[in-house]
């Protein structure tokens, strides 16, 4: 059974560092504002940038908020304590944005200082997804994407199908990279390979497009106009590797 947090004393909360602050500092200072959580859980790898546990009592945070200032927390603060969908939800989603914003700019792939995630897949494989890529972008997207976006396979996602990373370059957006689950390269998975990847180009047109990064009203317009399930979750079921297989290495066939 998890102990709630102690609020920190008025003298402890001014001794929070505000340059780089650990998870269990980033919980204090939350409870000092009011919201109850007994525990923050900073993510690396994560295009949403803040969610709350079932029971609201884990906030797990992008790690870009290790940096927040006293304003951020503020408004990740009245995120866990307003009602969702409420105005003053709305308000904290929006001020936390806009300073993911206005950070400083991270290095592009191939970039001095830019770390690329591991990836499993075979060289194969990578001409494989960068082909299907590129005539998703023809066939669906009128080419409007860039060709040079970055594909990652992970065996590393267990619930997730795929993600796509967000970033910002001489103050125009860019998209640093598309990652899928390695396990969509099964044999039987094809379907939900390229229903997969169009979700996630869909994603990185609404963010070139309009700067929007959910699954709200611009995301969904591109998904039923490029045909891939206008939805945040799947509820389809992929063929799985067994817990100690290692991920494919071949490239699934698909019609052309």
């Given at each position: ?170 103050g125009s957006r860019r998209i640093d990279e598309i990652a899928l689950n390695a396990d969509l390269l099964l044999r039987g998975n094809e379907r939900h390979l390229v229903d997969t990847l169009l979700h996630e180009m ?55």
């Open positions: 059974m998890n102990k709630r947090r102690r609020r920190p004393a008025p003298e402890e909360q001014l001794l929070l560092p505000l340059a780089w602050l650990t998870e269990d500092e980033f919980a204090d200072a939350l409870v000092a504002r009011g919201a109850d959580v007994r525990r923050v859980r900073f993510k690396e790898n994560r295009s949403r940038l803040v969610s709350l546990s079932h029971d609201r009592s884990v906030l797990n945070a992008h790690a870009c908020f290790r940096t927040a200032s006293d304003d951020v927390l503020d408004a990740i603060a009245d995120f866990v304590r307003a009602p969702a969908r409420s105005p003053a939800y709305r308000n904290a989603i929006a001020r936390m944005r806009a300073w993911w914003d206005a950070q400083a700019e991270r290095p592009a792939p191939g970039e001095l200082g830019w770390q690329p995630p591991p990836c499993c897949a075979t060289d194969e494989q990578r001409r494989f997804l960068r082909d299907l890529y590129r005539r998703l972008n023809e066939e669906r997207f009128a080419s409007v994407l860039p060709t040079d976006v970055p594909l990652r396979l992970s065996d590393r996602m267990t619930r997730r199908f795929g993600h796509v990373q967000y970033g910002r370059a001489n869909a994603h990185a047109e609404a963010w070139l497009v309009s700067g929007h990064r959910d699954h709200g009203r611009p995301w969904r317009a591109i998904a039923r106009r490029v045909g891939c399930e206008p939805r945040a979750c799947s509820t389809v079921r992929i063929r799985r590797r067994g817990k100690r297989q290692r991920p494919a290495s071949t490239v699934p066939s698909l019609a052309p």
